[in-house]
């Protein structure tokens, strides 16, 4: 079997995935090494793998984003988009545009020696690299290093169509419908990404490797064998690039019992008596910054469903919010959420892939509030499936979000049993054994 080494970026939202993974291709049979910075190796001991020390990015947020320690300038640039993130959702994609221009090739000489470094003293047959770590597949494109790409959000990550740009949305929910002025805008802007970042890629690779071929369209760059893509195959998805085999992972939650813990097992129990039906409110590890949002929705639960309960994940605004717990309210900064949607009828969430794809393995639905990234195509996918609604955090009361979240705990589930039981018949074990038979 294959020696693999994976290569995750410093968020905890795309390294913990990548770690269900990474101990699945162990349990198929590979040798299996976990890169990625130091702060990060509980996860490959946990996965069962060996762990190797690798940084290929400048900024981080190891659970909660506010309190990572950040390189120079990156805790400006977290707020000044959490800033745009109450304009609308137009001027946070733009900011995020903005910002991807010094985000996403960061140090990319730096990574390329650290990976021919790695490779050197721990060569393996294969790796397994996160899409949105351009530097890492850079660096493996120019090395010729066989690989495999791992897509962490929404399949339109990797671009296909010629109209198709990273940063603007495939599709949008019908709660979110920006003006075709605002569209033309960030099209602009996201064009003139595109065209900026193949440039750089072509300029490396002209410096670095000129034996290697330059990527039509450096967003699109994967492995021309294999792509993990963390999602449910829905049938409505765009295309993708041509050439490799495409795997879907369906959701990357552990295997197995997941256990909350005595703490949490012991406040389920307590707000079910207060309230019979319980509700997860969680915005991620960026977005739990927004309390102004997780106020308005967890005083909209408590008004419209006197029979409902809520468990708040506030992140660094968990003080500030801690007026709120009581009989029917839990409020912490960090909760154990993969194994407590075992235990919630519906969940608030902001789109991000791990929240939706754990919502559908456990077959809880969602209210979506979509602010960012591909938050808004996954809020169309969630919509479309039957799995969830989405309303504009950004036109957000509490009366709104209590009745959508009352919706949700009244209306029948066929349509997300369905797609759990697909969801299912995927998992990271299936994903596993059909990359480790492609790397055979």
Known sequence: MPRVTVIAPPFHSHAAPLSVLAGELRAAGAEVTFACAEGFAALAEAAGVEFAPLTVGRNANTGIARRTVQAEGEAGRLEEFLEATRDGAV??????????????????????????????????????????????TLALHCLDL?????????????????????GVPYAWPQAVRPTAADLQTLRGEAQAND????????????????????PRRAFALCSPHAVVLNYPQLDWLPPRPEGPAYVFSGHLTPTGTL???????????????????????????FLSARGDVLESVTRGI????????????????????AGLAGPR????????QQALLRH????????????FTECLAAGVPALVLPFSSDQFSVAHDAERSGAGLCLDPHRLDPKGAG??????????????????????????????????????
Request: charged fraction near 20%.
């Open 91 to 136: 001027p946070a994609l733009l900011v995020q545009a903005r910002h991807r221009r010094a985000d996403m090739l960061a140090e990319p000489e730096r990574v390329l020696e650290e990976l021919r470094a790695l490779h050197a003293r721990h060569p393996a047959d294969w790796y397994v690299v996160d899409q949105l770590s351009y530097a890492a």
């Open 146 to 166: 066989p690989y495999a790409t791992f897509c962490p959000g929404h399949p339109s990550y990797l671009p296909a169509e010629p109209g198709a740009l990273f």
């Open 195 to 214: 065209f900026s970042f193949t440039a750089l890629f072509a300029r490396f690779i002209a410096r670095h490797a000129p034996h290697r071929p330059v």
């Open 259 to 285: 256990d909350p813990g005595p703490f949490w097992n012991a406040e389920v129990v307590r707000l079910r008596r207060a309230g019979p039906r319980l509700v997860l409110v969680a915005l991620g590890t």
């Open 302 to 321: 408590l008004a419209e469903r006197p029979d409902t309960s809520v468990i708040l994940a506030a992140g660094d605004q968990a003080a500030a919010l």
């Open 329 to 336: 309210v839990a409020v912490a900064a960090t909760v154990p």
């Open 344 to 355: 919630v009828d519906a969940m608030v969430h902001h789109g991000g892939n791990n929240s």
């Open 403 to 440: 009745r959508a979240v009352s919706a949700l705990l009244d209306a029948p589930g066929d349509a997300l049993e369905e797609l759990r039981g697909h969801v299912h018949a995927h998992g990271p074990r299936h994903a596993a054994r059909q990359l480790t038979a492609l790397m055979a």
